[in-house]
């Protein structure tokens, strides 16, 4: 637990909720409700074992961070994650109550077990140990199976060595999920390309550029060479392509060379530094820090400008 002010409010609350869950507990000392809320909260910060913080503003001398949260009555609890506020309650709710709050949206043990797994598998994964990595991986689906990083970084990573079985069996659950979400829509388009490639081995790069150089506008043609050049991780050429289509027919396909290049765009995506949230401390240092990153980092550059080069053409 630890006492918030004007002073350490962005440091103890605002970043740190991007690390851990913060309750905000707005209380007063002449409040009687607050006396009997506080030591529960306390008591519950102990039992979580750090998987949520407690912090305590106290309303009479900080009335600037009670006014910026709106608190008309008080005790008042706010639960802040990733720097923002998520939900709340007010009153000196059972300890009962306050636990069904809390499980709704603190992680359990196994589930930051999972994502400490995950963490570690990252930087096997930079440090080229494959290996490693997918066990790491793995341990983490087993313990938490709706962990999406985990199951994301390792179909990924069964696609990047080609090891197309296992990164079906890994990818169809998400594929079941109504709405699929756009990253395993990514790994699925980026499957495709390899199956289709297997499936077709006669594919040769210069005999499809010669049949489109007679026509460019034998879509099914271009789409067989995007599809080579995904399995080879040419992804910028492959985007080239997608937009040769896209200029000449937008909804072609129901709009799949437009979700085709997104989809890319979300695998390259995949692919930059992970940063840490703590480095950035307002809008305006974010703004700052992604300019640097997409003038340091080549595959930033490539996203953005393949990002314009779409705007351009849709609009």
């Given at each position: 637990?630890i006492?918030?002010?004007?002073?350490?409010?962005?440091?103890?609350?605002i970043?740190?909720?991007?690390?851990?869950?913060?309750?905000?507990?707005?209380?007063?000392?002449?409040?009687?409700?607050?006396?009997?809320?506080?030591?529960?909260?306390?008591?519950?910060?102990?039992?979580?074992?750090?998987r949520?913080l407690?912090?305590?503003?106290?309303?009479?001398?900080?009335?600037?961070?009670?006014?910026a949260?709106?608190?008309?009555?008080i005790?008042t609890?706010?639960l802040?994650?990733?720097?923002?506020p998520?939900?709340?309650?007010a009153?000196?709710l059972?300890e009962?109550?306050?636990?069904e709050?809390?499980?709704?949206?603190?992680?359990?043990?196994?589930?930051?077990?999972?994502?400490?797994?995950?963490?570690?598998?990252?930087?096997l994964?930079?440090?080229?140990?494959?290996?490693?990595?997918?066990q790491?991986?793995?341990?983490?689906?087993?313990i938490?199976?709706?962990?999406?990083?985990?199951?994301?970084?390792?179909?990924?990573?069964?696609?990047?060595?080609?090891?197309?079985?296992?990164?079906?069996e890994?990818l169809?659950?998400?594929l079941?999920?109504?709405?699929m979400?756009?990253?395993?829509?990514?790994?699925?388009?980026?499957?495709?390309?390899?199956?289709?490639?297997?499936d077709?081995?006669?594919?040769?790069?210069?005999?499809?550029?010669?049949?489109?150089h007679?026509?460019k506008r034998?879509?099914?043609?271009?789409?067989?060479?995007v599809?080579?050049?995904?399995?080879?991780?040419s992804?910028?050429?492959?985007?080239?392509e997608?937009?040769?289509?896209?200029?000449?027919?937008k909804?072609?396909?129901?709009?799949?060379?437009?979700?085709?290049?997104?989809?890319?765009?979300?695998?390259?995506?995949?692919?930059?530094?992970?940063?840490?949230?703590?480095?950035?401390?307002?809008?305006?240092v974010?703004?700052?820090?992604?300019?640097?990153?997409?003038?340091?980092?080549?595959?930033?550059?490539?996203?953005?400008?393949?990002?314009?080069?779409?705007s351009?053409?849709?609009n």
């Open positions: 637990m006492d918030i002010s004007i002073d350490n409010f962005e440091e103890q609350v970043m740190q909720s991007t690390l851990t869950p913060v309750l905000v507990d707005f209380w007063a000392p002449w409040c009687g409700p607050c006396k009997s809320l506080g030591p529960i909260l306390e008591k519950l910060e102990d039992e979580y074992g750090g949520f407690l912090a305590k503003i106290n309303t009479e001398v900080e009335q600037q961070l009670a006014g949260f709106g608190i008309r009555s005790p609890c706010i802040m994650i990733d720097g923002k998520v939900n709340g309650f009153g000196a059972p009962k109550n306050i636990r709050f809390l499980d709704k949206y603190v992680k359990s043990e196994d589930e930051l077990l999972a994502k400490e797994d995950v963490s570690v598998a990252e930087e994964l930079a440090a080229g140990d494959i290996d490693s990595a997918r790491k991986l793995q341990e983490a689906l087993t938490n199976p709706a962990n999406g990083d985990a199951r994301y970084d390792l179909v990924k990573l069964f696609l990047q060595i080609r090891d197309l079985e296992s990164a079906h890994y169809n659950v998400e079941l999920k109504k709405p979400d756009p990253r395993f829509l990514a790994l699925h388009y980026w499957l495709d390309a390899l199956l289709y490639v297997q077709h081995p006669q594919l040769d790069l210069p005999q499809l550029e010669q049949v489109l007679n026509n034998d879509f099914v043609t271009r789409l067989a060479k599809k080579l050049l995904m399995a080879n991780e992804w910028s050429e492959a985007m080239d997608l937009l040769e289509i896209i200029m000449r027919d909804k072609w396909e129901n709009d799949s060379a437009r979700k085709m290049y997104i989809s890319i765009l979300e695998i390259l995506t995949s692919m930059l530094p992970k940063t840490n949230p703590q480095t950035n401390q307002n809008k305006s974010i703004a700052v820090d992604h300019a640097k990153l997409v003038a340091n980092d080549p595959q930033a550059e490539l996203i953005s400008k393949y990002r314009r080069k779409l351009m053409v849709l």
